[in-house]
């Protein structure tokens, strides 16, 4: 099994900067693509930011210029820079990755528990 943990949500004011963490552990074999989704309340689960493998990213426009998605291959782990935050960006963050657990095997979606960011006006 792959587990996936998440960390660095919290409560932070208007204009500020936060940074989240997801560290993928388990049966791995290959991590494909990694990616940080967002959930507000009454609202659908959306794409934030991705990153593949080789470091190509795939970036919402409500955050871009804002928000950088950078992984560190060697641990598995997956992070997203949250600069100059607005109360719109409220919601749950999950972490999601993509993954192969042995050579022959297909890939599988895995998700995190979801951290919480808040953003006070």
């Known amino acids: 099994q792959v587990q996936l943990v998440e960390s660095g949500g919290g409560l932070v004011e208007a204009g500020g900067s936060l940074r989240l963490s997801c560290a993928a552990s388990?049966?791995?074999?290959?991590?494909?693509?990694m990616g940080w989704y967002r959930q507000a309340p009454g609202k659908q689960r959306e794409l934030v930011a991705s990153?593949?493998?080789?470091?190509?990213?795939n970036t919402a426009d409500s955050v871009k210029g804002r928000f950088t998605v950078s992984r560190d291959n060697a641990k598995n782990t997956v992070y997203l820079v949250m600069n100059r935050l607005k109360p719109e960006d409220t919601a749950v963050y999950y972490c999601?990755?993509?993954?192969?657990?042995?050579?022959?095997?297909?890939?599988?979606?895995?998700w995190g528990q979801g951290t919480q960011v808040t953003v006070s006006s």
């Open positions: 999601k990755a993509i993954v192969r657990i042995a050579p022959t095997s297909p890939s599988y979606d895995y």
């Open positions: 388990g049966s791995i074999f290959r991590i494909n693509a």
């Open positions: 990153i593949t493998g080789d470091g190509n990213t």
